[in-house]
């Protein structure tokens, strides 16, 4: 597909990613949403329940060490057919009810963190009482002989994660702490310092890079953070799976400042490992092809195809050439980190 209609299409895709909470195995209508329409439908009594409990649940619990909202097969054979959450016939004693009522034993009392499930309820975030998940449990068929194994030949697609993208970006681009912040006094944890400003710097408010009073920062780093649908359990605020028009504003703002900083960071070779900025497509045509494929493949994780790469070129490196290398080339990285390949896993 061509590169323009890739990244329209990154838009369709990423707004449809938290429609089914990372699951495909339901079925799809002819204009590719779940059962034709714009919800998914539940397959089985467990499925219902697992929709109805994920927009409290599955912004914690959609990856991780403990994905039981990844999908319905994640779900029964991580929690429901799990004795250590959900005792069948035995609602009181199952450590899922506990939880929902905030007296669950352990270092984890509430689920989920903040606010009481019940106040979720009864503002509309979810449907399901804890009277009828307790009815459930009560009534909760045995487990069937063999539980669902994930298969192979089955295709699941995520979007990344804000901790995922601030990672993934800094080392594609050859970024590190320092081009945000400055780092080089040894004992710069505990000193006060303030982010450089203008750089879209992102850091998660759990991740403060040193806790004491000194500790100045620029607040939008933890703005941008959460707008990419990163969480802060410090302010109670749990992962956002969905890639809303908050996230792609971030995205889009992020890609072009961060290629900027990688483009013009000296000896840096990231985004300009064949070519210099005095390279051009009348200059030297052969560098900049062979710099675009190079881009590409270390973007997407993939080489790409003649015509990929011919839409890269036409569409968006000329154009933006015309006004000068440099654009033409922050442009051009930009635009690979919205592609559907690279919002995706």
């Known amino acids: 597909m061509g590169t323009l209609r890739s990244l329209l299409g990154a838009v369709a895709l990423a707004f449809g990613l938290g429609a089914c909470f990372g699951d495909v195995s339901h079925p799809q209508g002819g204009d590719g949403t779940p059962d034709g329409g714009d919800t998914c439908a539940a397959s089985s009594d467990n499925d219902a329940v697992r929709l109805a409990l994920a927009p409290a649940c599955e912004g914690c619990h ?23 959450f959900v005792k069948r016939g035995d609602p009181e004693g199952s450590v899922l009810v506990q939880m929902l009522k905030g007296t669950a034993p352990g270092s984890y009392a509430q689920m989920p963190p903040g606010q009481p499930y019940e106040q979720l309820v009864a503002n509309g975030r979810v449907t399901m009482t804890i009277s009828q ?17 994930p298969s192979p030949e089955e295709f699941r697609v995520r979007r990344l994660s804000a901790e995922e993208m601030v990672v993934t970006l800094m080392d594609q681009l050859g970024l590190t702490l320092e081009d945000f912040v400055s780092t080089s006094n040894p004992d710069w944890r505990n000193r006060a310092y303030v982010v450089n400003w203008g750089k879209f710097f992102i850091w998660p408010g759990d991740w403060s890079p040193g806790i004491s009073g000194e500790y100045v920062s620029d607040l939008r780093t933890v703005e941008r953070f959460e707008a990419l649908g990163g969480g802060n359990s ?45 390279d051009t497509s009348t200059k030297n045509p052969d560098a900049v092809q062979k710099n675009l494929r190079n881009l590409y493949l270390r973007m997407l994780g993939q080489p ?17 050439e015309a006004q000068s290398a440099r654009l033409a080339w922050v442009g051009t990285c930009a635009a690979l980190i919205r592609h559907p390949l690279w919002i995706t896993y």
């Open 62 to 84: 959609v990856n991780g060490n403990k994905p039981f909202f990844a999908s319905l097969a994640a779900f029964e054979s991580g929690l429901v057919y799990n004795e250590r």
């Open 133 to 149: 998940v307790e009815a459930w449990i009560r009534d909760l068929k045995a487990p069937p002989a063999q539980l669902e194994t």
């Open 234 to 278: 410090l302010a109670y605020r749990k992962k956002d799976t969905t890639f809303g028009p908050s996230a792609g504003q971030a995205l889009v703002q992020v890609s072009q400042a961060w290629c900027g900083r990688a483009v013009d960071k000296p000896n840096n070779k990231a985004v300009l490992r064949f070519v210099t900025l005095a």
């Open 304 to 320: 790409p195809d003649d015509a990929e790469l011919k839409a890269l070129y036409e569409q968006v490196y000329l154009p933006l």
